[in-house]
C-alpha cells in the first residue's frame, strides 16, 4: 500500500492583522502519507488549500533552525516531528511562545537578533596574528572541548521553552549563552573575560533558576542548561579570586 494515504486534522493558530485584529484557529483536513512530518502537512495546505497561510521553514532537514513551532504545546521542529507521532490528532499548531506574532505561525525573533552580538559569538584574539603565520591549528580533543556548543541551529526551541524568558524577557537566553560558552571554551579565543562582563550582569546567567527545559527540547543536543550552570560556576570561582586579590581587604 505504498503512497496510501490517512487524513489527520490540523488545528492551525491564525492571525492575519490587516484582516481580523485577533487570532483564531482554523481547521484544515489534511491527507498525509506515512513518512510525513508536520511541515510536509503545512505545506500541503499551503499549496493546495490555503496559499495564504505563513510560516518559516527552508532545508526541511533538522540544520536551518527556521521551522520551529509549538506543536500540541511542545516546542519542535516540523521538519523533525512525525505525523505518525501525534495521531489520531487533532493536530495542534501554534508559533513559538514567547516571541510577538508578526503573522499565522510566524515570530519576530529579532529580540534575539538583537542579544546575540551582546556576547560576542566570534573568536577574540588578543593579538592578530599576521596572514603569513598560517592557520591556528587544532587538537582533535581542543575542538571536542566546544564541539557540543558549536551545534546550535538557532532554533529558539530552547527560548520558547524557557519560563523564564516568557516572565523576564531581558534575560539574554540560552541559545546566546551556549553559544558564549561556545567561543569561550575555544582554544584560539581569548575573549572569556569580555563575555563574562556581560554575562555576570543583571539578566545574564544569573536569571536562570536551571528549569532545564532548554536542554529538553534542544533538538541538536547543545545542552544550553548545561552551558548556563558552568557559567554560573566560572563566574562564582572569578568572583572568589577577586576577593583574594592582593589590595583587597575583607
Ligand atoms: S541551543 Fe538548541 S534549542 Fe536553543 S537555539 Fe540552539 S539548537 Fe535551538
Ligand atoms: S526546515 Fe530547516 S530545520 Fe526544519
Same mark, same amino acid.
Given at each position: 500500500m505504498e503512497n496510501a494515504v490517512d487524513t +489527520?486534522?490540523?488545528?492551525?493558530?491564525r492571525y492575519r492583522p490587516e484582516t481580523a485584529p485577533e *487570532?483564531? @484557529? &482554523? $481547521? /484544515? &483536513? +489534511?491527507?498525509? #502519507?506515512?513518512?510525513?512530518? +508536520?511541515? =510536509?502537512?503545512?505545506? !500541503?495546505?499551503?499549496?493546495?488549500?490555503?496559499g495564504s497561510l505563513s510560516y518559516r521553514w527552508s532545508c526541511r532537514m533538522g540544520v536551518c533552525g527556521s521551522c520551529g513551532m509549538t506543536v500540541n504545546g511542545e516546542p519542535v521542529l516540523t521538519c523533525a516531528t512525525y505525523i505518525e507521532d501525534l495521531l489520531p490528532g487533532p493536530i495542534r499548531i =501554534?508559533?513559538?511562545r514567547g516571541f510577538p506574532v508578526i503573522r499565522d505561525l510566524v515570530g519576530d525573533l529579532g529580540? /534575539?537578533?538583537?542579544?546575540? *552580538?551582546? +556576547?560576542?559569538?566570534?573568536?577574540? %584574539?588578543?593579538?592578530? &596574528?599576521?596572514?603569513?603565520?598560517?592557520?591556528t591549528l #587544532? $587538537?582533535?580533543?581542543?575542538?571536542g572541548a566546544f564541539r557540543q556548543y558549536s551545534m546550535?541551529?538557532?532554533?529558539?526551541?530552547? @527560548?520558547?521553552?524557557? *519560563?523564564? @524568558?516568557?516572565?523576564? *524577557? =531581558? /534575560?539574554?537566553g540560552p541559545a546566546a549563552i551556549a553559544l558564549a560558552q561556545r567561543y569561550n571554551l575555544?582554544? %584560539?579565543? !581569548?575573549?572569556? =573575560? &569580555? %563575555?563574562m562582563d556581560v554575562l555576570?550582569?543583571? !539578566?545574564?546567567?544569573?536569571?536562570?533558576? /536551571?528549569?532545564g527545559e532548554c536542554s529538553v527540547v534542544c533538538p541538536k543536543d547543545v545542552d544550553p542548561a548545561g552551558a548556563i550552570q558552568r557559567y554560573k560556576v566560572t563566574a562564582t570561582m572569578d568572583w572568589f579570586r577577586s576577593l583574594l586579590r592582593p589590595g583587597r581587604s575583607g
Open positions: +489527520v486534522t490540523l488545528k492551525v493558530f *487570532p483564531e @484557529y &482554523e $481547521t /484544515f &483536513e +489534511v491527507p498525509y #502519507q506515512e513518512d510525513w512530518m +508536520v511541515l =510536509d502537512a503545512l505545506n !500541503h495546505v499551503k499549496d493546495e488549500m490555503d =501554534d508559533p513559538l529580540d /534575539f537578533m538583537a542579544k546575540l *552580538p551582546r +556576547v560576542k559569538p566570534w573568536i577574540i %584574539r588578543k593579538e592578530e &596574528e599576521p596572514l603569513d603565520a598560517g592557520e #587544532q $587538537t582533535p580533543e581542543e575542538v546550535c541551529i538557532n532554533c529558539m526551541l530552547c @527560548y520558547a521553552a524557557c *519560563p523564564i @524568558y516568557e516572565m523576564e *524577557p =531581558d /534575560f539574554i575555544d582554544s %584560539r579565543d !581569548h575573549g572569556a =573575560d &569580555e %563575555r555576570s550582569r543583571k !539578566h545574564g546567567v544569573w536569571d536562570c533558576t /536551571f528549569v
